[in-house]
């Protein structure tokens, strides 16, 4: 008996001690989340009910060179109401005129808010939805109803606020004005203006504190932010919307009317290097005739140029004092050969007996290639060292990512061969960009000083210049003046009495070369053979203010009409012709709307839609800069914005009729 009392004993005393060490691991437990993890702990349980959230900033705005908008931000509001928030006797005295004053704003029947706000208020709904989408003003109008107006805790109003950015002209110049958004994984990419200046644009996010109320649904804590979000900058492009505009529509007639696959054409101002105009078409597949900007061809697109490479041919013969353009050539019936490999004329027979000069401007292979031949194959470095010095084997430099690299083969390395000097001598076996031969061309225009082309002149901060980016210069002297001279005399004489001659005008003078380069002349899979038509040249000849460069790939050849004067040439005239007999004295883009109807509608519309629903100037007073101009943009006027801040005076007064043509002036503080 004693033996089995002592036996219970033990069981009892090895039962006390694993409790207690039970209760020292709990007490050990309790200090260690109290003491040694409670930080982390308490700041997860409030991370679960209350977060900070971002607040974007308002991204800067991007504009032409006069002035007009290229690409904006425009707030868009989703109001929804906490039905749990007010008081009792607050929501009875307000329910109705709330309910009113949606009716008024938002169209639908009084009874129909005033039942779905007591249905919300009795089913306790944090998250009830009252609109989406609202612009700036009927934001500010709903935050001033009756109960709202009390704020977001007495009130019961829950603001969401989206930026959208919009591009006022369309598709137009749509991959170099570009884009920055978030794909599939989460990244940030993006294209053009809107990504390569992305750190001047973007601004500061700020911050604002929410409270879980529901599962998925946040409340801020407060009606003032965390941290208030810093606007970006705007950048100033040297975009011109009417140059732009008449080099979009004169190169997608030509596109259409080819059945061409697609092309592009710059714009280029002669002595400061800044790109006025930029378009870059595709067809959306081979059987329509539906174009788009997809691809910014005139940065990317590295191709035989054909041609228009016979330029440097001149220009290192000139300056080698090699040949002269009076040197006479025989064009040996149109076919020269070297090492199995034939050079034809384009012109059947050939030209006969010709000068340099003249076989340039008639754009006679079989005359160039002897000239360069004969010249430099003792010594083709001497050619290719040329080539190097006038910058054709080099990028850009430019600020958008995939600009196309240029190739020229070098004597020695393995690319060489014994054909290597006569091909390279009328546009074939090397590689450029068209935005490289323009920048070519244009140093010969600019009496010899190339220039990088530059699509943004400036950074500003309302009225205030950040950054300015003045002209930049490549190489101040391209060749020498008396080569200038002969250069400039035949790349006239090919648009009066050359392969340009249909491109002539008296009312005004042009300059420039055409180009006609068969792109897949190695083809071994039976596909149709096809061109690359060009013309790249300057105007007004004698005082050049413009270079411009057109490229048109795999034009229709049915007609025997793919030459670069018959195809690109045509978009050249016109550009220089709409510049300088059609200018109207204040730069304003016209019939934007003749798109097609695939193409995304323009933001003019989304201007007009504004206007229909505001006849009059709203009160701006206290609004920042920033939202005072996107509201002013949306309802179509042009503003001017003097200081920095929040808007304290405007020249037109609140309640004043909508005129649009008129200038209104914010005065910020």
């Known amino acids: 008996m004693v033996a089995e009392d002592k036996h219970i004993s033990y069981r009892m005393y090895l039962v006390a001690f694993g409790m207690f060490l039970v209760a020292i691991a709990i007490a050990i437990k309790l200090s260690n989340i109290q003491w040694v993890e409670g930080d982390y702990y308490r700041n997860l349980a409030k991370e679960r009910t209350v977060r900070n959230f971002v607040i974007p900033a308002n991204k800067g705005n991007v504009y032409s060179s006069d002035g007009s908008l290229l690409a904006t931000s425009i707030p868009n509001y989703d109001i929804r109401f906490d039905a749990v928030a007010p008081k009792a006797e607050h929501f009875e005295k307000n329910v109705k005129p709330l309910a009113d004053s949606l009716s008024m704003l938002l169209g639908k029947p009084s009874s129909f808010y005033q039942s779905e706000l007591r249905k919300a208020r009795s089913n306790k709904n944090r998250y009830y939805l009252i609109a989406r989408g609202l612009s700036y003003t ?21 603001t969401e606020q989206e930026t959208v950015r919009e591009y006022p002209i369309g598709k137009i110049a749509w991959r170099t004005i570009g884009y920055e958004r978030i794909n599939e994984k989460g990244q940030h990419v993006g294209k053009g203006i809107e990504w390569a200046y992305r750190k001047y644009l973007n601004g500061k996010d700020g911050k604002i504190l929410k409270q879980k109320i529901a599962k998925g649904q946040w409340k801020p804590i407060r009606d003032v932010n965390e941290v208030e979000p810093q606007d970006g900058y705007d950048v100033t492009s040297t975009i011109d919307v009417y140059i732009q505009d008449i080099a979009h529509h004169a190169l997608l007639k030509q596109l259409q009317k080819y059945k061409a696959d697609h092309g592009c054409v710059v714009v280029m101002e002669t002595k400061t290097g800044y790109v006025k105009a930029i378009a870059n078409l595709g067809r959306d597949n081979k059987t329509d005739s539906t174009y788009y900007e997809t691809e910014n061809y005139a940065i990317r697109e590295s191709h ?32 020269v050969i070297y090492r199995g490999k034939k050079v034809r004329d384009s012109h059947e027979g050939g030209y006969g007996k010709i000068s340099l000069g003249r076989g340039f401007e008639v754009s006679s292979n079989t005359v160039l290639v002897q000239a360069v031949y004969n010249a430099y194959k003792d010594d083709p470095k001497q050619f290719v060292d040329h080539l190097n010095d006038f910058g054709l084997n080099k990028s850009l430099g430019l600020p958008f990512e995939g600009e196309g690299k240029p190739y020229i083969p070098q004597p020695g390395d393995k690319h060489w061969s014994a054909i290597s000097l006569p091909w390279m001598a009328f546009g074939y076996g090397v590689s450029i960009t068209p935005l490289q031969t323009l920048t070519y061309y244009n140093a010969v ?60 005008s008296k009312d005004f003078s042009m300059a420039g070369k055409t180009g006609t380069a068969q792109a897949n002349y190695n083809r071994k899979d039976g596909t149709e053979k096809h061109y690359i038509s060009s013309f790249v040249g300057y105007f007004p000849a004698e005082n050049p203010k413009y270079s411009c460069i057109v490229v048109v790939h795999e034009p229709n050849t049915s007609g025997n009409n793919y030459y670069g004067a018959d195809v690109a040439g045509p978009v050249f005239k016109r550009i220089a012709q ?92």
């Not at 009927?138 to 829950?158: E, H, T, V």
């Not at 330029?311 to 004092?321: C, H, S």
Request: aromatic share 8%; with cysteine; net charge positive.
């Open 138 to 158: 009927q934001y500010i109008q709903m935050k001033s109803f009756p109960l709202f107006n009390l704020g977001a805790y007495k009130g019961g109003i829950i």
């Open 304 to 335: 035989e140029p054909g041609s228009t490479y016979k330029l440097a041919d001149l220009m290192a013969l000139l300056e080698d004092k090699k040949a002269d353009t009076s040197d006479v050539y025989d064009s040996q019936g149109g076919t």
């Open 445 to 504: 225009a600019n009496n010899g000083e190339m220039v990088k082309p530059q699509f943004v002149s400036e950074i500003k901060e309302w009225n205030k210049t950040i950054k300015k980016f003045d002209k930049e210069v490549i190489n101040p002297k391209i060749c020498s003046d008396e080569t200038l001279k002969k250069l400039h005399d035949v790349l006239e004489r090919v648009v009066k009495f050359g392969t340009g001659s249909k491109l002539y």
């Open 578 to 669: 709409k510049i300088f007999t059609d200018a109207p004295s204040m730069n304003e883009i016209k019939n934007l709307n003749k798109k097609d109807g695939k193409t995304e509608k323009l933001y003019a519309e989304y201007y007009n839609k504004a206007a229909e629903k505001h006849a009059t100037v709203p009160n701006l007073k206290g609004m920042s800069g920033m939202d005072a101009v996107a509201l002013l943009g949306n309802l179509g006027m042009k503003v001017k914005v003097i200081g920095i801040g929040k808007v304290k005076r405007q020249s037109i007064l609140p309640g004043q009729n909508l005129d649009k043509n008129a200038t209104i002036i914010l005065e910020l503080s």
